[in-house]
């Protein structure tokens, strides 16, 4: 897709004045050429009241996310979080404008997801994302990684949504995922189910799974499969 195609589901409301882009997958499937699946935004340097008064609508009671009052695509402030409790949902969230949009792509967590896109076509890359996705590797932004074990499965799912590119991870990730195999214990059930079934609904299952042993999964997810 263009940058103008990216950026066309926010016509229609009045945001020159705001400084917005397209982050995450988006930008990550753009440069490999795929068609995104969802394409995601962030506004820096504003305020909720601001969208409100042109028209967004908030969505969600723990995010700073807001809907387009006519595409209804999601707009994200930019936002920083700190843990506080185990658990995928454990965070508490800081937004303002004096969230820098690399602090925003700071808590993402694999550097190809930590890119951004502006509307002039420029590519915002602190973590050299670009650099790991022409490497075809999954590797962590940041230490914070260790604070959510949904990033380990959501790992395996990259691997196994990317896999016709050969995406391997990065020896540190590898390290880091397998410390945080045991954690896998604090996610709901419902929540290991939901990010495993998108795994294997991916276009290779398998790219994803092999990993449930060498990182330690395994044991965790279904220690009774380990007694057949």
């Given at each position: ?5 990216l ?6 409301v009045p945001i020159d ?5 397209v ?7 753009t440069?490999?050429g ?10 820096v ?6 969208l ?7 969505v969600?009671a723990?995010f700073?996310v807001?809907l ?6 999601e707009v ?10 185990a ?7 800081h937004?303002d404008?004096?969230v820098?949009?690399e602090?925003d792509l700071?808590?993402?967590?694999f550097?190809v997801?930590?890119m ?6 420029d590519?915002i ?7 790991d ?10 230490d914070?990684f ?12 990259f ?5 016709e590119y050969?995406?391997?991870?990065a020896?540190t990730t590898?390290?880091?995922m397998?410390?945080m195999?045991?954690?896998l214990?604090?996610l ?5 189910v939901?990010?495993m ?6 276009a290779d299952?398998?790219?994803?799974l092999?990993?449930?042993g ?5 044991p965790v ?8």
């Amino acid at each position: 897709m263009t940058t103008d195609e990216l950026f066309a589901p926010l016509a229609g409301v009045p945001i020159d004045d705001l400084d917005l882009y397209v982050v995450g997958g988006a930008v990550r499937d753009t440069l490999l050429g795929r068609k995104p699946h969802d394409v995601d935004y962030v506004a820096v340097g504003t305020t909720e009241r601001v969208l409100l008064d042109r028209g967004f609508q908030p969505v969600g009671a723990d995010f700073p996310v807001f809907l387009h009052p006519v595409s209804h695509v999601e707009v994200a402030l930019a936002r920083t979080e700190r843990k506080v409790h185990a658990g995928h949902t454990g965070f508490t969230v800081h937004a303002d404008p004096s969230v820098r949009l690399e602090d925003d792509l700071l808590r993402r967590d694999f550097t190809v997801n930590a890119m951004a896109l502006s509307r002039t076509g420029d590519l915002i890359d602190p973590y050299g994302g670009h650099h790991d996705l022409s490497s075809r590797v999954l590797r962590h932004v940041s230490d914070a990684f260790k604070e959510d074990p949904l990033r380990v499965l959501r790992g395996l799912r990259f691997l196994s949504q990317l896999a016709e590119y050969g995406f391997t991870l990065a020896e540190t990730t590898q390290t880091l995922m397998a410390s945080m195999a045991e954690r896998l214990t604090e996610l709901s059930p419902e929540r290991v189910v939901t990010e495993m079934d998108r795994t294997l609904h991916a276009a290779d299952p398998c790219a994803g799974l092999r990993w449930l042993g060498p990182l330690g999964i395994g044991p965790v997810l279904a220690p009774a499969l380990q007694q057949i």
